[in-house]
């Protein structure tokens, strides 16, 4: 083990190849626990690659100039044309085969805290269903445990974490005894952190005297983080070949779809993704476009208005095909993404937002908070994937049946907040409930007039409850957990 001087000579010698050294300045005046924190967050950074963001993305602002022909990208329907049927069945027998062979695996996308929730802790360890409260990482769990047991398999889960809620996420698992799963079964991999950037002289910022002023690299660093934690060549020793991506925050999602994944392998797509109806010109997800005959992603700020109204003859969205941030993806293609890493050219481009970074000054020892944008941050999208395939599909999906995301705090009108997912969730129970011949009560609105929750250790798909006793009708205000 490296002692601190010589950590320090390493440290220095890396920040002074590309103009950094300041962040060294006060070392002198920190006790030895504060120099070992400075320093292993020195070392957690890739430094030749912060020289080159400096010069390509803070000290020049890359144009972002929208494509001149835009389209909307094709998409398979939730429900199959009689020109499809055949093939929908084909695709989900397929998908089918492939989890019970071990060629699927789970990863979810898990850096975030629940500071936006009001939640102290990993935002997967939110309670989030209506009746039990089970975290979201609770809800995975349990759908990967049915999965297992319909197709009788071991389901390998991958989830990347970030420096802030590591060891935090860990500890949810283990107070959770693993949500019933096998600790040899889940990999945990932080992804990697990347400084924030004085707009002024590109210089870093540090959050106190013994810290730098981190953020992660954005949900496309997790198709990096991937390849350098290991995570991917463990997943290809153990015969994983299609990877289902998803993020932490949808209580409702599919972790593992054997029709979607059956689709993406028919038509041999590198990375295929999942799509719901817009409700509206403005809702705030990206929009899945054609450009150059490449499917491709256009954040709702960056589609033109007039493109975002746009409407068929029938009155649909003409570009109305919103993402939710769900895909498939070959575990060979994020190894080809990665193919330049080494020298820094890992596969996707970086994006520039300026925001505002509280920055630590030593000599006022103090935290100073900007009034206006003041920093440069840097990350990547991970549906700037989608162009580089030869081949990408997209599926539309119910929006009931699985997109009920929690991002922000309960509030009149806020949409994807706690109550606006539970209301989905069981607007989604009684679905499949009424579906089975159950009596649900609702209101004079057409509300659902009780509290209902379907464990995902029950039931992942609707056919699921074919053999279940159910309740003949259920009671105004009740509680049902089925």
């Known amino acids: 083990m490296l002692s601190l001087v010589d950590r320090y000579t390493r440290a220095h010698r890396s920040l002074c190849d590309v103009d950094q050294d300041h962040l060294l300045d006060h070392y002198d005046k920190l006790e030895d626990d504060q120099r070992n924190d400075l320093l292993e967050q ?44 055949d093939k929908y069945c084909q695709a989900d027998q397929l998908g089918r085969q492939l989890v019970s062979n071990g060629k699927v695996a789970v990863f979810t996308v898990a850096g975030g805290q629940g500071t ?29 445990g049915k999965v297992q047991e319909k197709y009788s398999c071991r389901m390998l889960w991958y989830i990347m974490t970030s420096t802030m809620n590591h060891e935090d996420t860990r500890a949810v698992f283990e107070r959770h ?16 952190m990347v400084p924030a950037f004085k707009i002024s002289s590109g210089k870093v ?41 998803t993020q932490v925050d949808n209580p409702l999602v599919r972790v593992i779809d054997p ?17 719901v109806t ?15 005959g490449k499917v491709t992603v256009i954040e709702y700020s960056d589609l033109p208005v007039e493109l975002a109204e746009q409407r068929l003859e029938n009155g649909e969205l003409r570009f109305g095909a919103g993402s939710i941030a769900i895909h498939m993806i070959r575990s060979d293609y994020v190894e080809s993404l990665n193919r330049g890493t080494e020298s820094g050219q890992f596969g996707l481009p970086l994006h520039r937002a300026e925001k505002k970074v509280s920055g630590y000054d030593p000599h006022a020892q103090a935290l100073i908070e900007p009034r206006v944008p003041n920093a440069v941050k840097l990350e990547m999208f991970v549906f700037d994937a989608l162009p580089m395939c030869e081949t990408s599909i997209v599926y539309q999906t119910d929006r009931l049946e699985e997109f009920a995301p929690i991002k922000n705090c309960n509030g009149p009108g806020v949409e994807d907040c ?64 089925v």
């Not at 959050?207 to 995570?231: E, V």
């Open 278 to 292: 817009k409700a509206n010109p403005q809702e705030r997800v990206g929009v899945f476009c054609l450009v150059d």
């Open 116 to 144: 936006r929730l009001g939640w102290n802790g990993p935002k997967g360890g939110f309670p989030a269903t209506p009746i039990r409260q089970t975290p979201l990482f609770g809800c995975f769990a349990e759908f990967i």
């Open 418 to 481: 706690p109550e606006t997912s539970q209301v989905l969730q069981i607007e989604r129970a009684c679905r499949w409930l009424e579906a089975k011949g159950v009596t649900v009560p609702r209101d004079g609105n057409g509300h659902v007039n009780a509290v209902l929750e379907i464990r995902a250790s029950t039931a992942v798909e609707q056919s699921d409850l074919d053999e279940l006793a159910l309740p003949g009708h259920i009671d105004p205000g009740s509680s049902v957990l």
């Open 42 to 85: 020195i070392e957690s950074v890739d430094w030749p690659a912060v020289g080159r963001m400096v010069k390509t993305h803070v000290r020049s602002k890359p144009v972002v100039k929208l494509p001149s022909n835009i389209d909307p990208a094709p998409w398979y329907p939730n429900t199959p044309t009689e020109a499809l049927r």
């Open 259 to 275: 029709l979607f994944i059956g689709l993406h392998c028919l038509d041999g797509a590198q990375m295929s993704s999942k799509m």
């Open 205 to 245: 910022l540090m959050s106190g005297p013994d810290s730098l002023a981190l953020s992660p690299n954005g949900h496309g660093g997790s198709l990096k983080a991937l390849y350098t934690s290991g995570a991917l060549a463990d997943m290809q020793n153990q015969g994983v070949e299609q990877i289902s991506y």
């Open 177 to 192: 005894e693993y949500f019933g799963l096998k600790p040899d079964q889940v990999q945990f991999f932080a992804q990697e």
